[in-house]
Nanobody
Framework: QVQLVESGGGLVQAGGSLRLSCAVS????????IGWFRQAPGKERELVAD???????YYRDSVRGRFTISRDSAKNTVYLQMNSLKPEDTAVYYC???????????????WGQGTQVTVSS
């Protein structure tokens, strides 16, 4: 079993920044792939960014250049630094992992409970 706990969400004005944290515990390798997903009201959940087992990174086009995913293996934590936030970034953000894979993909094995990010215009 693996547990993921997100934190760091909140309300911020457009142009502001937030850093989300995903603390991982349980039975996992330190280089397990982690993905950040988000789901806005009325929309499907989408992959925002992920970090692979070799620390390669992926970003969806709409956040590339504004968001940065990183890993602190000593703390078993993955971060999502979000800069230049826009109202369209408003969503519940989830971290997730897929054991035994190089990347998280679209069907992770374990999910966190989510953290709300609200960007006001």
């Amino acid at each position: 079993q693996v547990q993921l706990v997100e934190s760091g969400g909140g309300l911020v004005q457009a142009g502001g920044s937030l850093r989300l944290s995903c603390a991982v515990s349980g039975r996992f390798r330190s280089n397990t792939p982690i993905g950040w997903f988000r789901q806005a009201p009325g929309k499907e959940r989408e992959l925002v960014a992920d970090i692979s087992w070799t620390d390669g990174t992926y970003y969806r086009d709409s956040v590339r250049g504004r968001f940065t995913i990183s890993r602190d293996s000593a703390k078993n934590t993955v971060y999502l630094q979000m800069n230049s936030l826009k109202p369209e970034d408003t969503a519940v953000y989830y971290c997730a992992t897929a054991l035994g894979r190089q990347r998280v993909g679209v069907d992770p094995d374990y999910w966190g409970q989510g953290t709300q990010v609200t960007v006001s215009s």
